[in-house]
């Protein structure tokens, strides 16, 4: 089978593309505007583009069995917007492969019409392009996805360093991160499965912040002692700072973590692809432990 993969250089792409090569015949186009940044292989096949440049859809797209869509942002720029990657792009790649076999398609956990968020309300509209056109789709909505070079729990790990980590809020907002070697795997499967699914994608574990933050440190093998900041003080500080690059959360950001990021019942891909869901505390530990770091 031939898939094209958009997003390939990112997190969850990385993970894919590497999982389609080491456990299945298959041939990735991978539609990269950084095409150096992936692995070389005889099976993994670079097109240089973007989402938003359709005649690099296109190409890439020509040919192509299976499609895996995962090209998303979680931070607005003056180029990038939420409604030009989720939604845009989106267009342009389901209009690129209206002759596959299999749309695997990347939403989110909390996509939703009338959403709170400029993030959530791009997600639903871009899934809506999907499931209005005539492509046989799989659709997955993931909670946070957690694995070795994430951003958020990472970022989490290193708030837990300080002497005193700060939690925005009661820290009681419930979030289910979702192994990304999982993801992975459920995302390739998928391929070859039953079409006409929406998924909704978490872990075994919907955890807490507070209790995400403790988790962390246990596996760390540190102690950590909360400082719980009112969200009132907090807003107009991140409102002020969120265009600062650097600056870890944004205000739409907030927001959404706020709101919490649960499935509303049981993960039902899981049985489905016969896939074990990986628990949150046994997932991190394979980087976080200092002794699992030191072997």
């Known amino acids: ?67 895996i869509h995962l090209v998303g942002i979680i931070r607005e720029t003056d180029g990038a917007t939420f409604a030009r990657i989720h939604t845009e792009g989106t267009r342009n790649v389901v209009q690129a492969c209206a002759h596959v076999r299999t749309f695997v398609h990347m939403s989110a956990l909390g996509a939703k019409n009338g959403a709170s ?25 993931p909670s946070v996805i957690f694995g070795k070079d994430d951003a958020f729990v990472n970022q989490l790990a290193s708030l837990v360093r300080l002497p005193f980590t700060p939690v925005i809020g009661d820290g009681q907002y419930r979030l289910q991160p979702v192994a990304l070697d999982n993801v992975a795997r459920l995302f ?17 574990d919907a955890l807490t912040y507070d209790d995400m933050l403790r988790t962390i440190a246990a596996a760390m093998r540190r102690t950590v002692r909360l400082v719980h900041v009112p969200v009132a003080l907090m807003r107009p500080i991140i409102s002020l700072c969120e265009s600062v690059p650097a600056f870890p959360i ?46």
């Open 188 to 204: 390739v499967q998928a391929l070859r499965g039953p079409t006409g699914t929406v998924w909704e994608l978490g872990g075994p």
């Open 117 to 141: 968020t400029r993030y959530f309300q791009t997600k639903w509209d871009a899934e809506q392009l999907v499931l209005s056109s005539t492509i046989p789709y799989v659709l997955f909505r």
């Open 250 to 295: 944004t205000t739409t950001q907030l927001r959404m973590l706020l709101e919490e990021n649960v499935c509303s019942g049981p993960c039902g891909a899981f049985a489905a692809y016969g896939v074990s869901p990986i628990r949150f505390s046994e997932g991190i530990r394979a980087w976080l432990d200092p002794k699992h770091a030191t072997r």
């Open 1 to 67: 089978m031939r898939i094209l993969c958009t997003g390939a250089t990112g997190y969850v792409g990385r993970a894919i593309v590497q999982h389609i090569i080491a456990h299945t015949e298959d041939i990735v186009v991978c539609l990269a505007r950084n095409p150096d940044r992936l692995p070389k292989h005889p099976r993994v096949h670079a097109v240089r583009g973007d989402v938003l440049d359709a005649g690099s859809v296109f190409a890439a797209a020509a040919g192509c069995d299976a499609a």
